[in-house]
Each structure stands twice: as structure tokens, then as C-alpha cells.
């Protein structure tokens, strides 16, 4: 095992992240909030600290391989959540620790799951700390360190920190060198933040609530700087809103190739066009469900289509509170929650291009029952996709079930209810937000005994990594001098 490389991963990350606290002295300052200025900037130092700590070991040109990468980007996350965490903790916005890290460890997997009641009485400098973990988490931490300075000279090797933190069951890199896939990666993601700020300005909301909104939308995180989230807003910006959830919601790689040009082969994207099927058909069906409910057909769609675009996406922002809704509009949600959204997106979820191969691999094997001798491969995208691709697909499904199974039975715990247990386990270990019941969009999880937090938590992490970097930190043979003698998870091949 690399531990200096692992110990100057963390130490950059930290570095990175004092940096980013400090714009909150900024607003907080703008807005007259002195009180919490100091214990921001003490947050920054000792971020700082112990990053420049971390960073005095120097790697040198020993190797690193895949388990070094899981290792280094589950113990990332975790530092900076909990250095986050600070600046809610040491101000008194919120009192306990676990709280103020149960809201960090949410914001930086772009849950957006919530332990405030009253979200609008946190100072303004906090809430823009508090939003801005959704975009920094939503493209990746790692991505964003990696686009700024190579881990190693070429960029060969970085590619375990980009696949460890990368969603979906296939990653690659856009292009041969690793430092310049997460710069193209940024550089969209940042295009696409900068157009949707333009257009919420253009429907004039304010500067403040405008930045927050694209934070939440870009990382497809949903922490709202209202009570009723973006229910108070213009049917504009809600339109605005619900089409660039959408748009994040979508594998990076298609809009990669429509920029180089490659219209045909981006339009060729199987799981683009299965993800906006559901989408379309889940807000069709529950329009029909709801038309009761609103005065016209078209804001009927309209909210059903925000709603829609939010869960599938795992955003998490609201216009409504869906929890009233009829029983088929609320089942059509929870699939939504399952389901999530394209891989290599900064949406959450189980991810559209697993259900698809999935139903792939169902039809080769019913081929199979009735013609033994026939032998069919699984293509997606005119590409062979190869059975340890497969493998890792069942693979993440078995443990993904085992986590939600095991955290329900701690969550229950609670003694809230079937509903609300499974909803708040499916909403955390997919990076949604809201539930149902307590925890739904007009609630919060502040409720839940600190058991249940801490389980949540954990599910956050595991969802917004996908599992395998977590179960590889606490694997003992992980750790072992020898190493895993194990396959990949995920394969780079596409």
C-alpha cells in the first residue's frame, strides 16, 4: 500500500477545500453576518493545517494501483466531510456534530437530505458553504484535483482515482491523458452552470438565491435556501430549473461528442434515450394521476415534469409536496428513486445504463432457456460489453442490496413506519433528499436517533461512490503488503 501517495491525496484535497470555505467570509460579510466570519476562517485554517500536514510526505515514484485509489478517494471523502462540517459546528448554526456532519456528508454526495427545520434562519455565508458542496461533490472532488494538477507525471495512474470516484458500471477517460478528461470534464460542467445562471438572471431572481439554485441543480444536489424549497419561485424558473436538472442528469461522455462534432455516434446513446423515455412516461403517467389536483392540464405537467426531472435525477428540489399525491404517483417516484440517473453524470442513483444492461442480460439469458447451442453477446452502443462488466453489475447489485436490508433494520429503529424507513434508506443510498413522511419535502431527518444518522451517512457515502471504494477500506486484505488479488469493478473499456 502507497500511503504517502494516499496521505498527499488527502493533504491536497484539504488544501482545496480551506481554499473554498474562505468565499463564505465573503457573503457573510456582504450580508453583516460578523458573528460567523471567525468561525469560518478558523474552519479554513485548520483545514489548511492539517492538509499542509498531509502534504510534507512526498510520494515519490512509487506506483499506485487500483487499490491505492479506492483507498485514497473513500478517506477523501470522508476528510472533507468531516473538516465541512466545521464551519456549521464551530459558528452554533448547528449545535451537535453529527448534525453538522450528517448536512456536509449530504451536501458533498449531493443528497441534499436535511437535518434543518428551518433552513432559512442559517446565515447567508453558511448557506452558500452549504450549497456549494453540491457542485464541488457533483462533478467530484478528486475530478476537480486532478484537472487542476496531475497526481502523476502523465496522468497514467490517476485514472484509479477517476474510476474510483466516477458513477456508473463502465469508466473511461474522454481522451488518452487523465489530467485533460477532468479538465474537459470541468470545463463542461462549468459551461453548462454558467448558462443556467444567465437564464435564472434573465427571469430575475436574485443573485443570491440564482447561485445557490445552480450549486444544488449543476451537482443535482437539491439544498434549497427556502422552506418550500422551489416552490415559491416563477413558473420560468421552475421550467428553467427542471430542464438543466435534466441536462445534468446526462452522461458527460454524449455531450463530449456533440461538442468534437460527433452528432451520429452521440445520438446513437442507448441509455440517453431510455433515460429520457422514463422520464417522459413517469411525468405522463402521473399528470394523469394529479390532474385533479392543480387548475390546468399544463400546470399539471409542468409540476409533474419538475418532480420528475428532480427524483430521477436525484436533485431532490420541490415544487410540491409529493407526499399528498396519490398512491400510483408516489409509487412511480420510489421506482424513479431506484432507477436514477445516466451514468457518468453528477446524478445518483442506481443509474439507467445498469437497468438497461440488466434487461439486456434478462433477454440473453431467456434466449438461452429455449436455444442452449445459440450463443448471444450483450451490446450496448454497437459495443460488446464484456462479461466482467456484467460480473460487476451483479456484483454492485447484491452488496447494494445487502447495505439497503441491513441500514432499513437500523432505521427502523425509529419505529416510524415501513414508508418511512425504506424511503429515507432509498433517498440516502441513492443521493436523493426527500422521502416520504417525516422526511419528505416538507420535513427533514432530524428526527431520526443518531444511529440512524450515522447509518445514513455511511449510505450517502456509499451511494454517491458506489460502494466499492468503502467496502475496499475496510477489506483487511486491502491493506495487506501482497495486495488483492482481485478483478476491477469497473472496467475503463467502453
Same mark, same amino acid.
Given at each position: 500500500?502507497?500511503?504517502?501517495?494516499?496521505?498527499?491525496?488527502?493533504?491536497?484535497?484539504?488544501?482545496?477545500?480551506?481554499?473554498?470555505?474562505?468565499?463564505? &467570509?465573503?457573503?457573510?460579510?456582504?450580508?453583516?453576518?460578523?458573528?460567523?466570519?471567525?468561525?469560518?476562517?478558523?474552519?479554513?485554517?485548520?483545514?489548511?493545517a492539517v492538509g499542509m500536514l498531509l502534504l510534507q510526505p512526498k510520494p515519490g515514484q512509487t506506483p499506485y494501483y487500483a487499490r491505492e485509489g479506492f483507498v485514497a478517494v473513500a478517506l477523501s471523502w470522508l476528510m472533507i466531510s468531516v473538516f465541512g462540517a466545521l464551519p456549521f459546528y464551530i459558528s452554533g448554526a448547528i449545535?451537535?456534530?453529527?448534525?453538522?456532519?450528517?448536512?456536509?456528508?449530504?451536501?458533498?454526495?449531493?443528497?441534499?437530505?436535511?437535518?434543518?427545520?428551518?433552513?432559512?434562519?442559517?446565515?447567508? +455565508?453558511?448557506?452558500?458553504?452549504?450549497?456549494?458542496?453540491?457542485?464541488?461533490?457533483?462533478?467530484?472532488?478528486?475530478?476537480?484535483?486532478?484537472?487542476?494538477?496531475?497526481?502523476?507525471?502523465?496522468?497514467?495512474?490517476?485514472? @484509479?482515482?477517476?474510476?474510483?470516484?466516477?458513477?456508473?458500471?463502465?469508466?473511461?477517460?474522454?481522451?488518452?491523458?487523465?489530467?485533460?478528461?477532468?479538465?474537459?470534464?470541468?470545463?463542461? @460542467?462549468?459551461?453548462?452552470?454558467?448558462?443556467?445562471?444567465?437564464?435564472?438572471?434573465?427571469?430575475?431572481?436574485?443573485?443570491?438565491?440564482?447561485?445557490?439554485?445552480?450549486?444544488?441543480?449543476?451537482?443535482?444536489?437539491?439544498?434549497?435556501?427556502?422552506?418550500?424549497?422551489?416552490?415559491?419561485?416563477?413558473?420560468?424558473?421552475?421550467?428553467?430549473?427542471?430542464?438543466?436538472?435534466?441536462?445534468?442528469?446526462?452522461?458527460?461522455?454524449?455531450?463530449?461528442?456533440?461538442?468534437?462534432?460527433?452528432?451520429?455516434?452521440?445520438?446513437?446513446?442507448?441509455?440517453?434515450?431510455?433515460?429520457?423515455?422514463?422520464?417522459?412516461?413517469?411525468?405522463?403517467?402521473?399528470?394523469?394521476?394529479?390532474?385533479?389536483?392543480?387548475?390546468?392540464?399544463?400546470?399539471?405537467?409542468?409540476?409533474?415534469?419538475?418532480?420528475?426531472?428532480?427524483?430521477?435525477?436525484?436533485?431532490?428540489?420541490?415544487?410540491?409536496?409529493? $407526499?399528498?399525491?396519490?398512491?400510483?404517483?408516489?409509487?412511480?417516484?420510489?421506482?424513479?428513486?431506484?432507477? +436514477?440517473?445516466?451514468?457518468?453524470?453528477? +446524478?445518483?442513483?442506481?443509474?439507467?445504463?445498469?437497468?438497461?444492461?440488466?434487461?439486456?442480460?434478462?433477454?440473453?439469458?431467456?434466449?438461452?432457456?429455449?436455444?442452449?447451442?445459440?450463443?448471444?453477446?450483450?451490446?450496448?452502443?454497437?459495443?460488446?460489453?464484456? $462479461?466482467?462488466? #456484467?460480473?460487476?453489475?451483479?456484483?454492485?447489485?447484491?452488496? @447494494?442490496?445487502?447495505?439497503?436490508?441491513?441500514?432499513?433494520?437500523?432505521?427502523?429503529?425509529?419505529?416510524?413506519?415501513?414508508?418511512?424507513?425504506?424511503?429515507?434508506?432509498?433517498? &440516502?443510498?441513492?443521493?436523493?433528499?426527500?422521502?416520504?413522511?417525516?422526511?419528505?419535502?416538507?420535513?427533514?431527518?432530524?428526527?431520526?436517533?443518531?444511529?440512524?444518522?450515522?447509518?445514513?451517512?455511511? $449510505? #450517502?457515502?456509499?451511494?454517491?461512490?458506489?460502494? #466499492?471504494?468503502?467496502?475496499?477500506?475496510?477489506?483487511?486484505?486491502?491493506?495487506?503488503?501482497?495486495?488483492?488479488?482481485?478483478?476491477?469493478?469497473?472496467?475503463?473499456?467502453?
Amino acid at each position: 500500500m502507497n500511503y504517502k501517495m494516499i496521505a498527499n491525496v488527502i493533504g491536497r484535497i484539504l488544501c482545496i477545500e480551506a481554499v473554498f470555505i474562505l468565499p463564505a &467570509c465573503l457573503i457573510s460579510l456582504y450580508y453583516g453576518e460578523m458573528a460567523v466570519i471567525l468561525p469560518i476562517v478558523i474552519s479554513a485554517l485548520l483545514t489548511a493545517a492539517v492538509g499542509m500536514l498531509l502534504l510534507q510526505p512526498k510520494p515519490g515514484q512509487t506506483p499506485y494501483y487500483a487499490r491505492e485509489g479506492f483507498v485514497a478517494v473513500a478517506l477523501s471523502w470522508l476528510m472533507i466531510s468531516v473538516f465541512g462540517a466545521l464551519p456549521f459546528y464551530i459558528s452554533g448554526a448547528i449545535p451537535s456534530f453529527l448534525d453538522s456532519f450528517f448536512e456536509t456528508v449530504s451536501g458533498f454526495t449531493t443528497t441534499g437530505a436535511s437535518i434543518l427545520s428551518d433552513v432559512e434562519s442559517l446565515p447567508k +455565508g453558511l448557506l452558500y458553504w452549504r450549497s456549494f458542496t453540491h457542485w464541488l461533490g457533483g462533478m467530484g472532488v478528486l475530478v476537480f484535483v486532478l484537472a487542476v494538477h496531475p497526481m502523476s507525471k502523465g496522468g497514467g495512474q490517476s485514472v @484509479y482515482l477517476l474510476r474510483a470516484e466516477s458513477p456508473g458500471p463502465e469508466v473511461s477517460k474522454l481522451v488518452p491523458k487523465t489530467h485533460s478528461s477532468a479538465k474537459i470534464l470541468y470545463g463542461m @460542467y462549468i459551461g453548462l452552470s454558467v448558462l443556467q445562471f444567465v437564464l435564472l438572471a434573465l427571469g430575475g431572481m436574485p443573485w443570491f438565491d440564482n447561485i445557490t439554485t445552480v450549486f444544488g441543480t449543476a451537482g443535482t444536489g437539491g439544498f434549497a435556501i427556502r422552506g418550500d424549497s422551489m416552490g415559491g419561485y416563477s413558473t420560468y424558473i421552475q421550467v428553467v430549473v427542471t430542464v438543466f436538472m435534466t441536462l445534468f442528469g446526462v452522461n458527460f461522455s454524449v455531450y463530449y461528442l456533440l461538442v468534437m462534432g460527433k452528432i451520429k455516434q452521440a445520438l446513437r446513446n442507448e441509455e440517453l434515450w431510455l433515460y429520457l423515455f422514463i422520464q417522459a412516461a413517469a411525468t405522463a403517467v402521473i399528470s394523469f394521476n394529479i390532474r385533479s389536483l392543480f387548475p390546468t392540464m399544463g400546470q399539471t405537467v409542468q409540476q409533474a415534469a419538475f418532480q420528475v426531472s428532480s427524483i430521477m435525477t436525484t436533485t431532490g428540489f420541490a415544487t410540491a409536496n409529493f $407526499d399528498l399525491w396519490p398512491e400510483l404517483s408516489k409509487w412511480v417516484i420510489l421506482l424513479l428513486m431506484f432507477i +436514477g440517473a445516466s451514468a457518468g453524470s453528477t +446524478g445518483g442513483g442506481m443509474k439507467v445504463s445498469r437497468v438497461l444492461l440488466m434487461a439486456k442480460a434478462a433477454k440473453r439469458e431467456r434466449k438461452r432457456a429455449v436455444n442452449p447451442r445459440e450463443v448471444t453477446v450483450i451490446r450496448m452502443d454497437g459495443r460488446m460489453v464484456g $462479461d466482467d462488466t #456484467m460480473q460487476g453489475i451483479w456484483m454492485y447489485l447484491t452488496y @447494494y442490496l445487502i447495505i439497503m436490508l441491513a441500514s432499513m433494520l437500523v432505521v427502523s429503529t425509529n419505529s416510524y413506519g415501513v414508508e418511512v424507513s425504506l424511503s429515507a434508506v432509498v433517498s &440516502c443510498l441513492n443521493n436523493i433528499g426527500p422521502g416520504f413522511g417525516i422526511c419528505g419535502p416538507a420535513g427533514s431527518f432530524a428526527e431520526f436517533n443518531p444511529l440512524s444518522k450515522v447509518v445514513l451517512c455511511v $449510505d #450517502m457515502l456509499l451511494g454517491r461512490l458506489e460502494i #466499492m471504494p468503502f467496502l475496499m477500506l475496510i477489506a483487511p486484505a486491502a491493506w495487506n503488503k501482497r495486495g488483492l488479488n482481485w478483478r476491477p469493478f469497473r472496467t475503463a473499456r467502453r
